[in-house]
């Protein structure tokens, strides 16, 4: 009987021995598929320039407005370096001209994977300016370098605040400039930016996903350039009034029209 009972115990263990193998199996097969499939998306998230350029290509114009009566701009009591920065600092959120039209929406084609070749500065400039960021909202590409001015005569802060994209939090002496060196900007997303030494100074860094990326001017207007031909979803971003996407259908050299109402 003792003996029946080990030959009993030593199936059981090799029987379970069996199935942890395979499971182990299964286990590796599918953490390969899910590597894989990540490296795939990797890939083709990408985005490819057209070598040549793009072949009759067509744009995409439009105005962004403000829907209905916009507020005044938020006013801040400045409680530090007054006598350098001023009494009073006017928040840049949501700057609205006279024509309704709103400053800084960045807008952006969410669908494309080739196109024309990067146009944006090589080396990006970001100035912190009487006692301002200067631009309020600058659009990079990923892995770009760039210079953090100071061109004050009192000390800043450069605090960035992201997912992962590009965390810094430095001060900044007055007439300096920090290098920011390429590649420290890992991935395209958003990138808020403030100074920790004066509460009212606000900023954001857009790293785009391709050169499909404009922000608008004082009137609202922008313009998307050298699209190829096709159906595009366009995303416009704005720090207050948050995200919306439209569709458009760009013709070969044809300016598309695109107006947006926003608030
Ligand atoms: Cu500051």
Redesign the pocket.
Known sequence: MSCSYRQGAGVRISWILNLTTKLSQVIFLVLVMMCWGGHANAASSQYIVLEGGVQSGGAISGTVVFNGTAPDPEVFEVD??ESY?GLKAYSEELVVGSNGGIKNVVLSIENIDTGKAWDFPTKFIFD?NK?KFNPHVMIIKSKSEGVVL?S?D????IHTISRGIFNINKS?NGHSETRIKEKKIRKPGVIRVK????YW?KGWWIVAKNPYTVSTNQDGEFLIEDVPAGSYNIKAWHEKLGESEYSVEVKADETAQLNVTLG
């Not at 100074?195 to 004066?198: F, K, T």
Request: aromatic share 0%; charged share 20%; glycine share 0%.
């Open positions: 530090t370096d920065c912190q006692c100071n004050d009192v000390v800043h802060n900044t100074c920790d030494m004066h100074m």
